[in-house]
């Protein structure tokens, strides 16, 4: 097995060598344009806008921006996904064999996103680059030679009346993989397709001394929760007394940072953390640098990038675009500055808004961070407060009263003199001093951001804060049926449902 990993480690090292792009970002992402316009051409969506014309001018993208109209999920669903539920060639040749069902973490439905046979290459593309990057950490050789879990949504999936398969991505993406895969992924398929998450993590926990796990991959949340599972069901004191050899944690979903402290907790060795930007409409980009979680672009994947400020050039004083925004390509951002994210994809996604806000860290190579979503921006009374600044701002709370909070979400409400406040939920294992909590968080939010500041002297006239258990937490989502390794709790949510939160933990 040691001249196994060993192989395997040298194959990975050659082929990092052998893999290179020498085109610019720029010149990578024309030539991701050109390609879906041009196999999308006679499709009913390529002929309504008329890539083939498109295709022929002096500069494709800037007629592609001009022809094609910005997209939300509601839009492009109603006139053009929604028939290719049960007709060939809409949006992209040929008719999808799955649909993601992905409710986010906004909105009350479940979104069906296309699941095309090109994107869920495009997805495997991407992380094949993830893999050809693992030579930059100087991983041991046992990582090589022991088995990868993957905390996935059920890949028990359903079938449409219309034919196709649905179910959230990861579940799809595990229900795809090839016979081999079986030789390294856990916790199999078999397991994988439990629906009923407590079932699953039980069938995982009795499995576990079994497997010989040296990488894990899912959402913070869940995939803790799990952990601490496997070492509560065999008495254990951290969980490398039972995977010794567990060496990396791939991220995604949500920010790590605020669980980080929790992971520490159950390790006796520390975890190399690679952060990635997977969703259903597609995996973006992934860490290549064992010091900083900042993520490479996958920018000649099938994926074609659009980028809005996220100021008052691209959006208004809600977080929603404004009619006519400022719109970028990927040669004309800029670093430190939040863009709203546009996409354009092998799945028959046009000018898509996902949802999405994000960051570069790095312009050669394209590096990214995920800042939050549009609709996690908290501005009812001008507090303009982001979903990096409010985790920002937990952190040093956290931090301050030596305390942990993975999760947390926050409402603008009125009180009984029809006064703003922002009522915040927070999540710990953790005692807390809600008092002691709430000035200090006040504090740390003035000092991460000047607007909220200016808001509390006037309009925002104070915040209340209710701490909660896991066991409460974990409660509501069942309660509300989002409990699952793929659910994501929204940061920010509308009143009423706020109200119905408090009321549950009440």
């Known amino acids: 097995m040691a001249l196994l990993g060993n192989l395997i480690k040298k194959g990975i090292e050659l082929n990092q060598k052998l893999s290179f792009d020498l085109k610019s970002s720029e010149k990578q992402q024309e030539d991701q344009l050109i390609d879906l316009l041009d196999k999308a051409k006679d499709t009913a969506f390529g002929k309504f806008y008329g890539f083939k014309e498109i295709l022929k001018s002096n500069n494709p993208v800037k007629a592609y921006q001009s022809t094609v109209p910005i997209h939300d ?7 053009w996904w929604h028939q290719q539920q049960s007709m060939e060639d809409i949006t992209w040749p040929g008719k999808p064999s799955f649909f993601a069902l992905s409710s986010g973490t906004t909105g009350k439905s479940s979104k069906r996103i296309p699941i095309t046979d090109d994107f869920l290459q495009s997805m495997r593309d991407v992380g094949t680059s993830m893999i050809r990057s693992l030579p930059n950490y100087d991983f041991p050789e046992k990582l090589f030679e022991s088995e990868i879990l993957m905390l996935s949504s059920s890949a028990n999936l359903s079938k449409h009346d219309y034919g196709h398969l649905e179910g959230e991505i990861s579940g799809i993406n595990v229900s795809n993989f090839p016979e081999w895969y079986d030789l390294f992924y856990r916790p199999g398929k078999e397991i994988a397709s439990i629906s009923n998450w407590d079932e699953r993590v039980a069938r995982i926990v009795k499995e576990a001394p079994n497997w010989n796990i040296g990488a894990i991959a899912g959402i913070p949340s869940w995939v803790l929760l799990m952990l601490q599972e496997v070492i509560k069901g065999h008495k254990l004191e951290t969980i490398h007394d039972i995977w010794p050899n567990l060496t990396v944690y791939a991220s995604g979903g949500v920010a790590f940072e605020t669980y980080r402290r929790d992971f520490e907790k159950i390790c006796k060795q520390p975890l190399t953390i ?40 691209g959006v208004d004083d809600f977080g929603q675009l404004i009619d006519d925004p400022l719109t970028m390509t990927i040669d004309q951002v800029e670093t430190d500055q939040d863009y709203v994210l546009i996409i354009s994809t092998c799945a028959g996604a046009w000018r898509y808004m996902i949802g999405d806000t994000i960051k570069f860290t790095s312009l050669e190579p394209a590096e990214i961070k995920i800042t939050g979503r549009t ?16 985790d920002e701002a937990i952190l040093i709370v956290s931090k301050d009263l030596g305390i942990t909070v993975n999760e947390y979400c926050v409402a603008a409400m009125q009180n009984e003199d029809d006064d703003y406040l922002h009522q915040w939920i927070v999540v710990s294992e953790n005692e807390i001093d809600e008092k002691s909590f709430t000035e200090r968080l006040d504090e ?19 915040i209340r804060v209710r701490a909660i258990s896991k066991d409460q937490y974990h409660g509501f989502l069942e309660a509300n049926k989002k409990k699952g390794g793929q659910v994501k709790t929204p940061k920010v949510m509308g009143e009423e449902r706020m109200r119905a939160f408090l009321d549950y933990t009440s």
């Open 73 to 79: 999920y509601n839009s492009i669903h109603e006139r």
């Open 274 to 313: 690679m952060d990635t930007y997977l969703a259903s409409e597609g995996f973006f980009s992934y860490s290549t640098n064992p010091d900083s979680m900042d993520m490479r672009l996958a920018l000649s994947h099938g994926y074609f990038y659009e980028f809005i400020p996220f100021d008052e050039r």
């Open 375 to 390: 609709k996690f921006f908290l501005n009812v009374v001008g507090s303009q407060l982001s979903e990096e600044k409010m």
């Open 444 to 462: 740390a939010l003035k000092e991460a951001n000047k607007n909220y500041g200016v808001a509390r002297s006037k309009a925002l006239q104070g």
